[in-house]
Nanobody
Framework: QVHLVESGGGLVQAGESLRLSCAAS????????MSWYRQAPGKQRELVAT???????NVADSVKGRFTVSRDNAKNVVYLQMNSLKPEDTAVYYC???????????????WGQGTQVTVSS
């Protein structure tokens, strides 16, 4: 079983910063891509940023230049540094990890429980 636990959400004012963390624990062979998604009230969940094991990143246009994704492979942790936050960034942020539980197992995507980010104007 694989568990993803997010932390770092909260209430901030527009222009401020937050850093989200997501730690993976449990028994697994490897973690491939790790991603951050977000879901605002009444909207579909959207991809915010992805980082591969090798450190290649992809960030949504809506947050490019403000958000940075990074990871610590030794600790199985992915981070999302969010700067210059806007009210439209308000959402529940979810961590997602593509995991091989064994060397021969197919890749399976796990989700964290989410952490609320609220940006006031």
């Amino acid at each position: 079983q694989v568990h993803l636990v997010e932390s770092g959400g909260g209430l901030v004012q527009a222009g401020e910063s937050l850093r989200l963390s997501c730690a993976a624990s449990g028994t697994f062979f490897s973690i491939n891509a790790m991603s951050w998604y977000r879901q605002a009230p009444g909207k579909q969940r959207e991809l915010v940023a992805t980082i591969t094991t090798g450190g290649s990143t992809n960030v949504a246009d809506s947050v490019k230049g403000r958000f940075t994704v990074s990871r610590d492979n030794a600790k199985n942790v992915v981070y999302l540094q969010m700067n210059s936050l806007k009210p439209e960034d308000t959402a529940v942020y979810y961590c997602n990890a593509a995991v091989h539980t064994t060397a021969l197992a197919n890749e399976f995507r796990y989700w964290g429980q989410g952490t609320q980010v609220t940006v006031s104007s």
